[in-house]
C-alpha cells in the first residue's frame, strides 16, 4: 500500500501538524523508557512525560485548557489489528519516525469497516500531529524494527482506562472496550479473541513490505 506523509494533502481529511510547540524535553523523557521485549505497550498517563515542559503547552493550548493525559505507547508493531475512535482528537508525537493506519468514522457500514479503505501515513520524528476524534486508529507501526516506536499520546483525562459500566443502550455502546474508547477488531486479532467487537472486514493489513 502506498504510505503517504502527514505533510500531504491527503492527510486533511484525519488530521493535522500542529505547529509551535518545544517537544525537546518530552522527547528525551520517552527515549528513557525501556521498549517492552515484544509487541506492543501502552499507559494512558506517565508522571514522568506530564511532568515536562510540554505537558503544559499540550493541554493549554492544543486542547484549549481541558485537563488531559500524556501516556505512551511503544513497542514494535506492523499490523493493523484494530481502529478504535474516541469522542475527542489524539495527539501523537514520536522519538522517531512512525506509521500510522488510519481510515474515517463515516466509512463504518452496518458496524464494520473494510480495510480497502485504510490508508497508511508517516509522521516525522518529533511532529505534533493531530488525528480528528473522527479517525479510526490504532497502535501505531515503526519504520524501523531495531528502533521500534515511541509515540506520545495526548488525550482527555480518563481516556482508555476502566469502561464506566453503563448499560448499552445501542449497536455503538457495544463497542466500547474502555472509557472513550470505541472499538472495531479484525477477526485476526487478539483483541477479537477477547471479545472486542468484529467490525473489521478484509485482510489484516501488515506493512512489512513498505518499510
Not at 500531529?129 to 515511541?150: D, K, Q
Not at 506520545?152 to 474502555?178: F, H, I, Q
Request: proline content about 6%; some cysteine.
Amino acid at each position: 500500500m502506498k504510505v503517504y506523509s502527514v505533510r500531504d494533502p491527503e492527510f486533511a481529511p484525519y488530521g493535522k501538524v500542529l505547529e509551535g510547540y518545544d517537544v525537546t524535553c518530552l522527547l528525551n523523557a520517552m527515549k528513557a523508557v525501556p521498549l517492552p521485549e515484544s509487541g506492543v505497550a501502552y499507559e494512558p498517563g506517565i508522571p514522568e512525560l506530564e511532568a515536562t515542559c510540554t505537558y503544559g503547552q499540550l493541554q493549554n493550548n492544543a486542547y484549549g485548557g481541558m485537563p488531559v493525559q500524556l501516556g505512551m505507547c511503544w513497542g514494535r508493531n506492523t499490523r493493523l489489528n484494530c481502529l478504535e475512535y474516541h469522542r475527542d482528537s489524539e495527539v501523537n508525537v514520536g522519538t522517531g519516525d512512525f506509521i500510522l493506519l488510519l481510515a474515517k468514522q463515516d466509512e463504518i457500514v452496518d458496524g464494520v469497516l473494510d480495510t480497502a479503505k485504510v490508508k497508511a501515513f508517516q509522521v516525522p520524528a518529533g511532529a505534533v500531529v493531530e488525528v480528528y476524534a473522527t479517525t479510526l486508529h490504532y497502535a501505531p507501526c515503526h519504520v524501523n524494527e531495531e528502533e521500534g516506536f515511541r509515540v506520545a499520546v495526548v488525550l482527555p483525562r480518563g481516556t482508555n482506562t476502566n469502561p464506566s459500566g453503563a448499560k448499552p443502550l445501542n449497536e455503538e455502546d457495544k463497542w466500547l472496550t474502555a472509557r472513550n474508547k470505541w472499538l472495531l477488531a479484525h477477526a485476526d486479532s487478539a483483541e477479537a479473541a477477547q471479545g472486542a467487537h468484529i467490525g473489521l472486514r478484509g485482510v489484516n493489513i501488515d506493512i512489512t513490505n513498505e518499510i
